[in-house]
């Protein structure tokens, strides 16, 4: 019978199928992760995160691309028989809910869990194998407790600390950013252009780890995407050099770091930025009018845009002199732009030789230019940026002429340091994390300030300081929390005096929330501490983390921060919370990126209901390598259907019993099998999920030209092969696959049936094609022993008929043969 022919080929049911495996499923638990079969030895354990959703609407296509993918990886590993946790809660704080809420007049607790709940309902039915007994909320009192407490003990080893400073504005959603949260000079969440204020302001002191999580890298790399590692490595952007003193009339001496010491002979003039509080204490009275209506102006552009390489130089003179430490000039100095405040002191020394952006300010103001390195022969530029020999370099103790650039570094630092005048230092780009946030939908700070006793933590039996609920209050931002204004909440006595005193109104950024979620899947009950330790050391780190790359520096870099400090506070054995990690790439329509004006979105809801849910993912692990976009516009998930209908088939259309020997059986079509399954497994391994779809589809048309062939329906290999594509669809197509178990007789559910045994004779191949070319034409396709030398290819191809009559009598110049597979003959034309 032909599979056209078959009585049941109509009658597969996606959506009957998803409503009668959604409740097995829910009443077997089949992915609840157990401790103890860990604890005790039974299971090697496994770790399997996706990065942490946020409950903004219904899931969407990018959702679920990266639950198809992180599904295949949890699921193998079930079946490879380990002890899978596969954990799922929600990043339920933040602006986007506040800011929704808002525009919907609700409050937004209100909308939050109603998403929570609506996207719950619909990973269910994506058929995602998350262990749903362990989840969570950030926004939960339960949680922000423990966010609230750890922020506590940060603070307790000086890793927590407020400040005045100029800080990321948001003008749209009226709060500060930290740093990474500005992209091109815009807020990330809204994309408004962000300005700069002069705020107090709480901060995690991430630089204190700057080093470590440099040095964490180098361990990473081999199992990171490159793109993330070098987004750190830039991000955190170490540097060496010095530390320099240039005395200034009037003041104390200004310090500078620079990365290169050896260039300070061409130091003509120094630059403080003009938003920091040292231009201020610098400017003379004279200059202030100037200076201040400087000021005003440069805090309306973005660094960004400060930092542009084309932005025409602009500044004034603070009317004050420095002296070059190394040449005695006395030298003016600037309040500018292009220099920012939290770059080093906030102040440089300026050598237009050597620097671009000095170059064009010195042009600017005609200020002197001395060259310190030999441009290259040939170079017509203006500053010069490359390495050469020190010139114009010398003074009565020192000369650097004609040392190259590394060598004029140390030297130069060694006289500094001798002179008294400077030191070598490290720097970083990296900068503390500003985590104050002026807006109600967070965890608040958990600090009270006293006018006598100044800032006090709360009390830890008083956790967690529970925002009040504030409903038909008007939370429309206005530059402070409207947690301020909650005076009820607000006004309370001091723990330590007993006075009145104010709780601190700002709520924690929710990458605070986000940078340990992971470890309270360890223990999601424990109602004592954080997390159990014992339980985050049995599980952690996670083995792998599966997300989009937009989170390259942001999320990943303070989790890592996170980890760290709970490893040195006791409390973890690992530093590094994600052994791999894997990016998805985006899932576009229409080449380009989804958007409502752009009349291109796609819902996943009516995708799901058209073809049903294993056929959307089955096109979504099937389009490609998991990093690259997916066009929409350019996937079949009718073709899909179509496969997983064939699929479905071969399981009605086996006929020898449950646990039949296969050993008897077809021995082509076992080989196909072993061969696949051996192959799936270092696919999936390899992530290359797209290529073990491949190779079970060409599993399952081997199967059914098996059966239509001759071999048979009752031969035990057609059933083996009919299992072995069961398994490996509960990969990508669980509701499918389960459907095939129960028809080929066997109890639910699929998902736990076991990777099946690989029989290695049956992956030793008896022949192997070799192609024969002439003139780098096919002239003959030999079947050969896959053991046969290079000697004896040579001769079976030059004896082979087709090849005898393409050569026709012409002299062979040469044979290249490459064992088994190719012999490659050259003729004289």
Known sequence: MTEDQSTEAATYDAAAVQEKWQPVWEALQPFRADD??????????????????????????????????????????????????????????????????????????????????MSTESCRKFGVSFDWSRTFNTSDPEYYRWTQWLFLKFRERGLAYRKKSPVN???????????EQVIDGHCERCGNEVTKRELTQWYFKITEYAQELLDGLDELAPTWPERVINSQRNWIGRSEGAHVSFPVEGHEPLAVYTTRPDTLFGATFMVVAADAALAGELVSDEQRPVYDAYLAEVRKASDIERLSTDRPKTGVFLGVHATNPVTGASI?????????????????????????????????????????????????????????????????????????????????????????????????????????????????????????????????????????????????PKGVSPLAAATDWVNVDCPTCGGPATRDSDTMDTFVDSSWYFLRYCSP?????????????????????????EHAVLHLLYARFFTKVLRDMGLLEFG??????????????????????????????????????????????????????????????????????????????????????????????????HRTLHDAAQLIEGHRFNVMVARTMELVNATRKAIDSGCGPADPAVREAAEA??????LVAPYTAEEMWERLGHEPTVARAGWPVVDEALLVEDSVTAVVQVLGKVRARLEVPPTISAADLEAAALADPGVVRAIDGAAVRRVIVREPHLVNIVIEA
């Open 576 to 673: 590094e919370p994600f052994s791999a990690q894997l990016n998805q790439g985006m899932v576009i329509n229409q080449g380009a990126k989804m958007s409502k004006s752009k009349g291109n979105g796609v819902r996943l809801g009516e995708q799901l209901s058209a073809y049903g849910v294993d056929a959307v993912r089955l096109t979504l692990v099937f389009a490609g390598p998991p990093e690259d976009d997916i066009d929409w516009a350019d996937m079949s998930p009718s073709g899909s259907v179509r496969f997983l209908q064939r699929a479905w088939r071969l399981s009605g259309d086996v006929t020898s019993e449950a646990g039949a020997d296969p050993a008897g059986g077809d021995v082509a079509l076992r080989k196909v099998t």
């Open 169 to 179: 504005w948001c003008p749209f959603d009226q709060t500060v950013l930290a740093n």
């Open 525 to 549: 009950h424990d109602d004592t501490q954080a997390f159990d330790p014992a339980l985050a050391d049995l599980w952690g780190p996670c083995d792998i983390y599966i997300g989009g790359v």
């Open 332 to 476: 003016p100095v600037y309040a500018a732009d292009y220099v920012l405040a939290d770059y080093g002191t906030g102040a440089i020394m300026a050598v237009p030789g050597q620097d671009q952006r000095d170059w064009d300010f010195a042009k600017v103001f005609d200020l002197p230019v001395i060259r310190t390195v030999q441009p290259s022969p040939g170079f017509d530029g203006e500053a010069f940026t490359g390495d050469g020999p020190a010139v114009n370099s010398t003074n009565d103790s020192l000369s650097l002429d004609g040392m190259g650039v590394a060598e004029a570094k140390r030297a130069m630092i060694d006289w500094l340091e001798a002179q008294g005048v400077g030191k070598g230092a490290v720097n970083f780009r990296l900068r503390d994390w500003l985590l104050s946030r002026q807006r109600y939908w967070g965890a608040p700070i958990p600090i009270i300030h006293c006018p006598s006793c100044g800032e006090v933590a709360v009390p830890e039996d008083q956790l967690p300081v529970e925002l009040p609920e504030l409903r038909g209050a008007d939370l429309t």
């Open 36 to 117: 103890d079969v860990v604890r005790d030895g039974t299971r090697e354990k496994r770790y399997a995160l996706t990065m942490f959703p946020y409950p903004s609407g219904d899931l969407h296509m990018g959702h679920a691309e990266v639950f198809a993918l992180h599904d295949v990886i949890a699921r193998y590993w079930w079946q490879r028989g380990y002890e899978v946790l596969n954990p799922m809660g929600f990043d339920s704080f933040g602006l986007n809910a506040e800011n929704a809420a808002i525009r919907d007049n609700a409050h937004p607790a209100t909308f939050t869990y109603a998403n929570i709940a």
């Open 725 to 730: 594509v069961a398994i490996l669809l509960s």
